[in-house]
């Protein structure tokens, strides 16, 4: 079992900055594709930013620009740097992460989520 746990939300005025951290824990296989999601009150959970093993990168729209996804596969850890933060970046922010295994005919992911850490940007 692959444990996450994110950290360094909290409060942050408009303009300011975060930098959020993933560590994982837990499970000696290989992560493969690690993410940050999140989810405003009442809104579904959405991405923010994925980077896969070998270090390819998507950003939401509303990220790219501001938002800079990186990660250390040996240290297994995963940071956000969230710059020029909005209002509406408020949300809970979790960690999202994946292993794959090779069967012997197939592939099994299985993927894993953080307990989340809360982002509040106030206006």
């Known amino acids: 079992q692959l444990q996450l746990v994110e950290s360094g939300g909290g409060l942050v005025q408009a303009g300011g900055s975060l930098r959020l951290t993933c560590s994982a824990s837990?499970?000696?296989?290989?992560?493969?594709?690690m993410a940050w999601y999140r989810q405003a009150p009442d809104k579904e959970r959405e991405l923010v930013a994925k980077?896969?093993?070998?270090?390819?990168?998507n950003y939401a729209r509303s990220a790219r620009g501001r938002f800079t996804i990186s990660r250390d596969n040996i240290q297994r850890r995963m940071w956000l740097q969230m710059n020029n933060l909005k209002p509406e970046d408020t949300a809970v922010y979790y960690c999202?992460?994946?292993?794959?295994?090779?069967?012997?005919?197939?592939?099994?992911?299985?993927?894993?989520w953080g307990q989340g850490t809360q982002v509040t940007v106030s206006s």
């Open positions: 980077i896969s093993r070998r270090g390819d990168i």
């Open positions: 999202a992460a994946d292993i794959r295994l090779f069967l012997g005919d197939r592939w099994d992911q299985t993927d894993y």
């Open positions: 837990g499970s000696v296989f290989p992560i493969n594709d």
